[in-house]
């Protein structure tokens, strides 16, 4: 099919993530990609800055992992995990239990981040099932918040751009507090920062099995970057009142924010933990939820004696064997560095978008680059735009981000603020004309 042709196809038959099938969404067919490179159809490259939404931190095509595939799959792509088992996935929870910090023993190897994220709202509940409290229902989630697309997942989202309106009468209600407070870098006040959270907890931990977070960072609820005392204060919160801690590290794990996970800035554990998209260095689907021994122990001894989950592709061989070949990557190179190199590159380069007229902030933390408007973006105008700057980012609202392959050169990640600066330029330009 030539480009064109696919092109059509694509818009006559399919649909893509948070889009309407309107025939003049842009849209770019990807032929090959590469290192930090992605080769489209039409013959241009484009340097990426997404790293296809945190999940390719070691490039694309990279010999070590498309080898540990190839080698998986000539022992077997499936098996069923009910009942049997393999040195993939035991390999991988070994792995996980040792790098996520100390006291999560258990693995629950899942198909995706939403998935994961209801087998933690699953696993708090029936926790609280376990110990006779049956009030113990609800979470309790923050502003801001995004934590997957499935129904338990939307239901602990942001309450306004989390949909909750249009499905009002599928989703559980949950208690919500504003989004943590204050930002990375500013000065915490426990009185001021924990009140809202505090309070809420004070007046319905009897209904409350757990909290849920994204440790650090919000991520597509707005690339929100917040104190660690914070965090450490909400899990003193939780021990106080009686209710888990559910960290969401799907976006912010191994290595994104200059830690192997976002809560070692905090010296936390949470009581579950859940993990996706860097976790095969984007390579396929798989997400995990961890737990301590003590949630482990509690379901199994309990009346129901098992906790409900279990899906068909659990622990599919082919993804467990390229995260670990991903996790030895990590551990062998030096991640850390690269994290760090990125994130004074970023700082330095993206620090004169500031002066930009419509420019609300500007902020970065490890290999995470974040250029907040004022306006939303215009999609229809900007994202050719970007393209033909031969970068690959994707806005989102008011979001101008990058957050690129760990393995970046200096030049590439040059090339890709450079486009954000002009893109700043471009969008206030076109505000100006209305
Ligand atoms: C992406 C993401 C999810 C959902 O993961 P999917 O694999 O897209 O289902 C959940 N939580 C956070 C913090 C995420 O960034």
Redesign the pocket.
Known sequence: MDNQALLDADRNSLWHPYSNTSKDNPLFAVSSASGCELTLADGRTLIDGMAS??STIHGYNHPTLNQAITTQLESMAHVMFGGLTHEPAVTLAQSLIRLTPKGLNRVFLAD??????EVALKMARQYWLAKKQNKKQKFLAFNN??????FG?MSVCDPDNGMHALFAAQLPEQYFCAAPLPAWGDTFDPDKHLNDIKNTLKKHHSAIAAVIL?PIV???GGMRFYSPQTLRGIKQLCIEYNVLLIA?????GFGRTGKWFACEHAGITPDIL?L??ALTGGYM?L?ATLCTDDIAQSISNSDCGVLMHGPTFMANPLACSVANASIALLEQNHWPQHVAAIEQQLSQALAPAKAIEGVKDVRTLGAIGVIELEQPVDMQRIQPFIVDQGVWLRPFGKLLYTMPPYCIKTHELATITQAMLNTCQAHSAGHHKQ
């Open positions: 939404w945190w995706s981040g939403s998935v994961s994220v918040a995004y934590h997957g697309d499935t997942a994204e919000q991520g597509a969401d590290e799907i976006a912010t859940c996706g998209k689907t997400a």
